[in-house]
């Protein structure tokens, strides 16, 4: 509650000298001005007063200008073309997240009657017996009695679990971002939700469900594979949850690694932050299993990943997993801007390959910080101390809040040049970037073509 109470007085002070010292503005400048006065105290750590002091009250156009530059002064300094996303402010404090890092034990189960004899129902009455465990006809008609869903109701997912049986929704292309460079990457619709906090995350503004989904039938989905299967495809879990958060529960991993066993020219992928690779080490696999995790600087981590392992604890569980002969793959995704990025950067990269042979490495994607304009609402009210809307984030080419081209393409090359310093031989795409991008970078490699040749 304390940068809840802080952000709060900080909007009071600011919404109560646009009310005085700009009476005449409509609704919509007031709230453009309040906001980018608003952003600059906090990017700046700033009173609020001093920059109210330095605002010489002349026209609305001219104090909106004047706060620009200051809110964006790279962006405006480059000439980018300012698209900029200044909607209403609003901070609450019943929305705002609770950081305290607490053990996960839901307190209820909702099972679909069909699947309450499932050994998935079964296992998770024996690790949470203290759950009230709840028999519902189906979560579609269980959701809707219950449609109101508010950031309060997301802040309290990890209470809620459902088991259920996915009887449509197995497979789907990953649907990228409109106008970028796809990856031609599938995805194995296996759970919706997750366990972690991070503050950047697109499913707190996507979800529409109150609690985390667990589908029982995972034999389902192997079934329907045969027909949706395209000859040497990547596919993995961790689009809408993560891989591996609660492996030791649902153990989804082990049928899913026999499973491929059947499709060598299948790549499948678990995408995690976790360090759940028990049910890993302890089986075969056909040399097809990927086991992926996303790196950022420590300090990054701590910022913005709440609850999750931190770097060097997911470096050592990437080892663990090359030993076991797994391929590992690494996602810089997102790559948070701030002073002192690229030095800390580095440090992950050294890092990671100071543990991990390039050879070891099936593939690394890069993509730096983006996001629906409206989890930037989400973010505020749910993280009202968080730093990672500080940086310029401006209206992109596809209508997502992005660093400005220059800065994303400066990351990158940067990226690049670090990661091909450890080998030239490694397959590196951009996630979610447009042409432009990709034809002004070097040695990157299309996804689509290349990456299921296996080694
Ligand atoms: S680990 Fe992934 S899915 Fe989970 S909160 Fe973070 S970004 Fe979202």
Same mark, same amino acid.
């Given at each position: 509650?304390?940068?809840?109470?802080?952000?709060? /007085?900080?909007?009071?002070?600011?919404?109560?000298?646009?009310?005085?010292?700009?009476?005449?503005?409509?609704?919509?400048?007031?709230?453009?001005?309040?906001?980018?006065?608003?952003?600059?105290?906090?990017?700046?750590?700033?009173?609020?007063? &001093?920059?109210? /002091?330095?605002?010489?009250?002349?026209?609305?156009?001219?104090?909106?200008?004047?706060?620009?530059?200051?809110?964006?002064?790279?962006?405006?300094?480059?000439?980018?073309?300012?698209?900029?996303?200044?909607?209403?402010?609003?901070?609450?404090?019943?929305?705002?997240?609770?950081?305290?890092?607490?053990?996960?034990?839901?307190?209820?189960?909702?099972?679909?009657?069909?699947?309450?004899?499932?050994?998935?129902?079964?296992?998770?009455?024996?690790?949470?017996?203290?759950?009230?465990?709840? /028999?519902?006809?189906?979560?579609?008609?269980?959701?809707?009695?219950?449609?109101?869903?508010?950031?309060?109701?997301?802040?309290?997912?990890? +209470?809620?679990?459902?088991?259920?049986?996915?009887?449509?929704?197995?497979?789907?292309?990953?649907? @990228?971002?409109?106008?970028?460079?796809?990856? %031609?990457?599938?995805?194995?619709?296996?759970?919706? %939700?997750?366990?972690?906090? @991070?503050?950047?995350?697109?499913?707190?503004?996507?979800?529409?469900? =109150?609690?985390?989904?667990?589908?029982?039938?995972?034999?389902?989905?192997?079934?329907?594979?045969?027909?949706? &299967?395209?000859?040497?495809?990547?596919?993995?879990? %961790?689009?809408?949850? +993560?891989?591996?958060?609660?492996?030791?529960?649902?153990?989804?991993?082990?049928?899913?690694?026999?499973?491929?066993?059947?499709?060598?020219?299948?790549?499948?992928?678990?995408?995690?932050?976790?360090? #759940?690779?028990?049910?890993?080490?302890?089986?075969?696999?056909?040399?097809?299993?990927?086991?992926?995790?996303?790196?950022?600087?420590?300090?990054?981590?701590?910022? #913005?990943?709440?609850?999750? =392992?931190?770097?060097?604890?997911?470096?050592?569980?990437?080892?663990? @997993?090359?030993?076991?002969?797994? &391929?590992?793959?690494?996602?810089? +995704?997102?790559?948070?801007?701030?002073?002192?990025?690229?030095?800390?950067?580095?440090?992950?990269?050294?890092?990671?390959?100071?543990?991990?042979?390039?050879? +070891?490495?099936?593939?690394?994607?890069?993509?730096?910080?983006?996001?629906?304009?409206?989890?930037?609402?989400?973010?505020?009210?749910?993280? =009202?101390?968080?730093?990672?809307?500080?940086?310029?984030?401006?209206? %992109?080419?596809?209508?997502?809040?992005?660093?400005?081209?220059?800065?994303?393409?400066?990351?990158?090359?940067?990226?690049?040049?670090?990661?091909?310093?450890?080998?030239? &031989?490694?397959?590196?795409?951009? @996630?979610?970037?447009?042409?432009?991008?990709?034809?002004?970078?070097?040695?990157?490699?299309?996804?689509?073509?290349?990456?299921?040749?296996?080694?």
């Amino acid at each position: 509650m304390r940068f809840y109470r802080k952000e709060s /007085e900080r909007l009071e002070k600011i919404e109560s000298f646009v009310r005085s010292s700009l009476p005449s503005l409509g609704v919509n400048k007031k709230q453009e001005i309040t906001r980018l006065l608003y952003e600059i105290s906090k990017r700046e750590n700033t009173p609020p007063e &001093k920059i109210i /002091e330095d605002v010489h009250i002349k026209s609305f156009d001219a104090v909106k200008e004047a706060l620009l530059k200051r809110r964006f002064p790279y962006a405006y300094i480059n000439d980018e073309a300012l698209k900029l996303y200044l909607p209403k402010l609003k901070l609450d404090k019943n929305s705002a997240l609770n950081l305290k890092k607490t053990k996960f034990y839901p307190g209820n189960i909702f099972v679909e009657k069909s699947a309450r004899h499932s050994s998935l129902a079964q296992r998770f009455k024996g690790s949470f017996p203290k759950a009230r465990f709840s /028999e519902i006809a189906s979560l579609k008609d269980y959701l809707k009695t219950r449609r109101n869903f508010t950031i309060e109701t997301y802040n309290k997912r990890r +209470d809620t679990v459902f088991i259920t049986l996915e009887n449509y929704d197995f497979f789907k292309k990953c649907p @990228c971002t409109k106008k970028a460079v796809g990856c %031609g990457y599938h995805i194995f619709n296996l759970s919706f %939700g997750c366990l972690f906090e @991070c503050t950047y995350c697109y499913l707190q503004e996507y979800t529409n469900s =109150p609690g985390l989904i667990f589908p029982a039938n995972i034999d389902k989905f192997f079934q329907v594979f045969s027909s949706y &299967k395209k000859p040497r495809m990547r596919i993995g879990t %961790g689009e809408f949850s +993560d891989s591996l958060m609660l492996d030791h529960i649902t153990q989804y991993s082990l049928p899913i690694i026999d499973f491929f066993k059947k499709h060598p020219d299948v790549r499948f992928e678990f995408k995690t932050k976790s360090v #759940n690779i028990d049910n890993l080490l302890k089986t075969d696999h056909a040399g097809n299993i990927v086991v992926a995790w996303s790196f950022n600087p420590q300090r990054t981590i701590d910022e #913005n990943e709440f609850f999750t =392992p931190g770097l060097n604890e997911r470096i050592r569980s990437a080892k663990k @997993c090359v030993e076991a002969g797994y &391929k590992i793959s690494a996602h810089f +995704d997102p790559v948070v801007y701030f002073n002192g990025w690229e030095k800390e950067y580095r440090k992950v990269i050294d890092s990671l390959f100071s543990a991990i042979k390039p050879k +070891d490495i099936a593939w690394i994607s890069i993509g730096t910080l983006r996001f629906n304009p409206r989890v930037k609402q989400v973010i505020e009210t749910r993280f =009202p101390g968080n730093k990672i809307l500080d940086e310029e984030l401006i209206l %992109g080419y596809d209508n997502k809040l992005r660093y400005p081209y220059k800065i994303r393409h400066h990351i990158y090359k940067s990226m690049l040049e670090k990661l091909f310093k450890h080998s030239k &031989k490694l397959s590196i795409y951009l @996630c979610m970037e447009d042409v432009s991008m990709w034809r002004n970078l070097p040695k990157l490699t299309n996804p689509t073509r290349s990456f299921c040749q296996l080694k």
